[in-house]
């Protein structure tokens, strides 16, 4: 048996030889260190699964209650970020505390924060405390069907956010840009969910994902949010845009048309993503021709726009591209 030292810890390389007893029954013996750690003793059970890739995995805790992964944290000038982070890193139980007493400033951001984290609520407060607990369960939201709502919350946002520019409607960009919001809500949980996949198997079972599928939807996830955060810069040059102007007829047709095209480009990334379909990823790539035709014609029309208008229009422009981009990068996922 090898043995490896790391750190202050032994670790031992767990090879391990099948026996047969006489009546047929195979077996193998379980570490002493491992079973002395966990408390077992002779007669104790503990349960085997077997995952779809004919692993067991054996579990010494199998009916034990789940321990909450708690996390403290000092009140300081990046307590909203450390926040979203022990969420992501799937801490049930954050508590919050101050040497003295929490200001309503402090109160206000801990509050703004946890409305934009799902699940998150406030359990507990007083003077010098603040306890959040997340009340998901994880097994009740399969990362692919949050996947599809942010996809289609972000798809929606896509579609207006151009045609907010070229209407250069500033109420419809306004809308574009609080839609983000949810965006990053149905991120963040969606981050959070695949973290935990990944470090309880089981769960993975459950929900018919591997390591490997956990790691593909989380980029998946990082591109759908990245094609969002996009349709807000958009609406933004909307909202740079001269009062009372309006775009040419021909610049308005090419920019409704490269809208157009890049939609369908992410219409089909994600669905090639969450069916596996190689043609679809293929048409995705396909399309690249089209995205650039439309550019080149929109950088000509934009030219015979005010000085104002145009470098707003090429800024749009590119961040619609960026979407294709994100739209590809999502297809080439897809083996």
Request: charged residues 25%.
């Amino acid at each position: 048996m090898h043995v490896v030292k790391t750190g202050k810890r032994l670790e031992t390389d767990l090879l391990r030889k099948v026996q047969r007893t006489p009546t047929g029954t195979f077996f193998v013996c379980l570490p002493r260190a491992w079973s002395q750690e966990h408390g077992l003793q002779k007669g104790s059970i503990v349960a085997l699964d077997e995952t779809s890739d004919g692993k067991l995995l054996i579990d010494p805790k199998r009916n034990d209650e789940p321990v909450p992964k708690v996390s403290s944290l000092t009140v300081g000038p990046y307590l909203s970020r450390e926040i979203v982070g022990h969420y992501l890193l799937g801490s049930d139980i954050i508590r919050i505390e101050a040497k003295e007493r929490i200001d309503f400033d402090v109160r206000n951001v801990v509050k703004r924060t946890v409305a934009s984290l799902v699940g998150l609520e406030i359990v507990e407060e007083n003077v010098s405390q603040i306890v959040l607990q997340c009340l998901l369960e994880p097994s009740s939201f399969p990362p692919e069907k949050i996947l599809r709502r942010n996809y289609t919350i972000v798809a929606g946002m896509h579609r207006d956010a151009v045609s907010s520019f070229v209407e250069a409607d500033p109420a419809l960009a306004k809308s574009v840009i609080a839609r983000d919001d949810e965006n990053n809500r149905l991120y963040f949980l969606l981050v959070r969910i695949l973290r935990t996949i990944i470090q309880n198997p089981r769960l993975g079972e459950k929900l018919g994902l591997t390591t490997i599928e956990c790691l593909d939807y989380r980029l998946a996830a990082s591109l759908v949010e990245s094609m969002g955060d996009a349709c807000v810069q958009v609406a933004s040059k909307t909202l740079e845009l001269p009062r009372d102007l309006r775009l040419s007829e021909a610049l308005r047709k090419l920019m409704l048309e490269l809208q157009a095209v890049c939609y369908d480009a992410h219409e089909q990334a994600l669905k090639s993503f969450v069916n596996k379909e190689v043609a679809c990823a293929e048409n995705v790539r396909q399309l690249r021709g089209k995205v650039e035709v439309l550019s080149d014609g929109i950088e000509a029309a934009a030219k015979e726009q005010s000085l104002e208008v145009l470098p707003l229009a090429l800024a749009a422009t590119a961040l619609v591209r960026q979407i294709f981009e994100h739209s590809v990068d999502l297809a080439d996922l897809v083996a």
